[in-house]
Structures are given as C-alpha cells and as structure tokens.
C-alpha cells in the first residue's frame, strides 16, 4: 500500500518538474536566442533545481555527484506518464547536448504548427451544411401535407401565405428577404418530394 502511495507522489512530483521544466522551455523557445545560448542555460536551469531539491547548493564532491546522477538520470529519462513522451526525448537529449535538446525542441513546436495549421485547413475545406431557407421549409411542410401537389398548386399555397408575392419572376417572402425564383419551384419541389420520401 505505501509503494502505491509513493508511487503516486512520485508520479506527481514528476509530473510537477515536467511541468515547470516546459514553462521554462518555452519561455527560452519565446526568446530571439540561439539554441547554443538556451541549451547550456536550460541544462545549468536542470542541474541548479536538483542542486537545490537535493540540498547540493555548494560547490564541492556533493555538488558533483548530484550533478553526475541528475545528467545520468537525463540521460536515461523515463517518465511514465505518455503524456510526456516528447520531453522525455528532449531530456535525454540536454543530457548528451543540450544545444541539439533545444533544435528538436524548436522542431517539435514548428511541426505542431504545422500539424494544426493543416488540421484547420482542412477543417475549412469540409463543406458545412447549409443553412435551409424559410422559403424552402415552407416548400417541405406544404409537400408533408400533400406528397402529390403539383408545380402549379405549390406556388399558389405559397402565394396564400402573408408575406409571400411574385416580384420580377421570383417568389419573394418579403417578411424574410428570401426568393426562388419561379422557374426554379420545380426543382425545389422535386428536392423536398425526395427529402420527404427518405
């Protein structure tokens, strides 16, 4: 039961230092800096937070063998949570060259751009459903009333309803701003005969 809670608490402190450690990355990535300048300093950040978490803080054997375990345990990093993959390499990465950790960091952040503009793109490229005119469901509910009306009886039930005039060969609904226009109330018809039999 203690290893689970241990577990638990070491998972979140982990987690915790992922966290903090990708604030600070990306508060170097939002720099105009050379990855030769932010990798060094995201390497001496690493080594400065276990110096502190393990009370290493003078220079001295202490010091270095903390620092000797932290670029070991960077060099090996494995985090449990998937979530962290990405950093995970990125840490391994500080431990052998911090300046290389820091190009694939900028990578990753170009390549997730990337990715998310293509995905809007395409997003935008879907068509998207369109919006039915009054004028088209009043078509609908007369055809549900009466599946067999003709062209001609369509158009004086629509002309019954208030609003609804011919103007310059269209059928206007001046109470909405819509208009068919009065040739094309046969294919409207035909398409609401169909929507109506599915």
Do not use: C, W
Not at 2 to 28: C, H, P, Q, S
Not at 117 to 124: H, N, V
Not at 126 to 152: A, C, F, W, Y
């Amino acid at each position: 039961m203690g290893g689970a809670m241990g577990d638990r608490a070491d998972n979140e402190r982990i987690v915790n230092e992922v966290k903090i450690l990708t604030e600070e990355l990306e508060k170097f990535a939002n720099k105009e800096e050379s990855a030769e300048t932010i990798g060094p300093a995201i390497f001496e950040y690493i080594l400065g937070r276990e110096r502190i978490r393990r009370n290493a803080i003078s220079p001295g054997p202490r010091q270095d063998a903390v620092d000797y375990e932290t670029v070991e345990t960077l060099q090996s990093a494995r985090l449990r949570d998937t979530r962290f993959v990405e950093i995970e390499a990125i840490l391994r990465r500080i431990g052998d060259d911090p300046v290389e950790a820091v190009q694939y960091f900028e990578q990753l952040i170009t390549q997730k751009a990337k990715d998310l503009s293509e995905k809007q793109t395409m997003r935008a490229k879907k068509p998207r459903p369109r919006r039915r005119s009054h004028l088209s469901q009043m078509i609908d509910e007369i055809v549900l009333g009466d599946p067999n009306i003709t062209e001609n009886r369509l158009k004086y039930e629509l002309l019954s309803h208030s609003g609804i005039k011919i103007i310059d060969d269209e059928l206007r609904d001046t109470t909405n701003s819509e208009t068919i226009k009065v040739k094309g109330l046969k294919d409207y018809l035909s398409r609401a005969k169909e929507r109506i039999s599915h």
